[in-house]
C-alpha cells in the first residue's frame, strides 16, 4: 500500500525557516518522481516542485525558487523542502504526492 507522509510544519515568523520531509512507503521510492505541492488559504492545490527519481529538480514555481530548496535521500524513502525567508503568503498547507497518491498534507503558518 502506497503512502506518504508530510511533517515538519508548524508556526513560524516571516523571515524564518522551516524544513518539510516527506517519507513514503509502500513502492520502490528511488524510481518515482515525488511533487511538492501547496494549497493557501481558499485556494486550489498548486505544484510547487517536482523532484525526479535521480534527484534533479523540476517545475519549480517562480515565487519559491531561491527561497525553497528540495532534495530527496531515497536511503531514508524521504524528500525535502526546505523554506527559507518564509512569507505570510507561503501559509498553506503542504502536500506530497507521488502519481495519484497524495499524503495528508503539513500546515505551515506564517505570522509575526
Known amino acids: 500500500q502506497v503512502q506518504l507522509v508530510e511533517s515538519g510544519g508548524g508556526l513560524v515568523q516571516p523571515g524564518g525557516s522551516l524544513t518539510l520531509s516527506c517519507h513514503g512507503s509502500g513502492f520502490t521510492f528511488s524510481q518515482w518522481p515525488i511533487d511538492w505541492y501547496r494549497q493557501l488559504p481558499g485556494k486550489e492545490r498548486e505544484l510547487i516542485a517536482t523532484i525526479t527519481s535521480l534527484g534533479p529538480v523540476l517545475n519549480v514555481k517562480g515565487s519559491v525558487e531561491g527561497r525553497f530548496t528540495f532534495s530527496r535521500d531515497n536511503a531514508k524513502n524521504t524528500v525535502y523542502l526546505q523554506m527559507n525567508n518564509l512569507k505570510p503568503e507561503d501559509t498553506a498547507v503542504y502536500y506530497c504526492?507521488?502519481?495519484?497518491?497524495w499524503g495528508r498534507g503539513t500546515q505551515v503558518t506564517v505570522s509575526p
Open positions: 504526492r507521488t502519481y495519484s497518491y
